[in-house]
């Protein structure tokens, strides 16, 4: 199983801070996607990402896949109380045995105070 | 719409007891999967399947079985429960790995 690395593990910020989540792996991903979660369920998708050196924008989020396609990164501008969740990166590696299987990260929990 | 529904929202189990956690989804997708999630540890694939008919192993099956006869339903049997399986578990569905669509999940205590 390849690994997928999220950083950092836990950010707490300021309401109108910026904040940026990173998701990293030594193996190439074939797609990315980002989730956010809130307690008591299931993920809800923000983002997903196919092309090396894409950046998607979601209003005040900004998704960025690396030229390599190894690593993304998710970057908050002005973070709201309501941006609060776990944020999760899931893979499909570009491998024969990892076809068909979404692999997740451990996750970021963002909180921001008012 | 109801997307994806799981059943039940909370189960309590004894060691050695068998039950299934119900999966349906109405958006006619033909990829459907199932998810464990501990703390720490993000979510752990089980099994997934591409199709009724269709089912594989993901990264850990030991302990659960998965059947797909139809493109809604996709249940997902604890043979013999064990402590370790104490978990929240989440089915997903889509059209492909592209959008996976989560439903609210089930959180499961084995004593």
């Known amino acids: 199983t390849q690994l997928l690395e999220q950083s950092p593990q836990f950010l707490s910020i300021q309401e109108g801070e910026n904040l940026t989540v990173y998701c990293n792996s030594s193996s190439v991903f074939s797609s990315l996607q980002w989730y956010r979660q809130e307690p008591g369920e299931g993920p809800v998708l923000l983002v997903t990402v196919v092309t090396g050196g894409e950046v998607k924008k979601l209003k005040r989020l900004t998704f960025q896949f690396g030229d390599a396609r190894k690593d993304s990164s998710l970057h908050i501008t002005a973070a709201q109380p309501g941006d609060t969740g776990l944020y999760l990166c899931?893979?499909?590696?570009?491998?024969?045995?990892?076809?068909?299987?979404?692999?997740f990260g451990a996750g970021t929990q963002v909180v921001v105070t008012p | 719409n109801a997307g994806v529904t799981q059943t039940p929202k909370f189960q309590v189990l004894k060691t050695g007891q068998s039950m299934t956690l119900q999966c349906a989804q109405d958006?006619?997708?033909?990829?459907m999967s199932w998810y464990r999630q501990d703390p720490g540890m993000g979510l752990r694939l089980i099994h997934y399947s591409v199709g009724a008919g269709i089912t594989d192993q993901g990264e850990v099956p030991n302990g659960y079985n998965v059947s797909r006869s139809t493109t809604e339903d996709f249940p997902l049997r604890l043979l013999s429960a064990a402590p370790s399986q104490t978990s929240v578990y989440f089915c997903a569905a889509g059209e492909g790995l592209y959008e996976q669509y989560f439903g609210p999940g089930t959180r499961l205590t084995v004593t």
């Open positions: 899931a893979g499909e590696f570009l491998t024969t045995d990892s076809w068909g299987k979404l692999q």
């Open positions: 958006m006619n997708h033909e990829y």
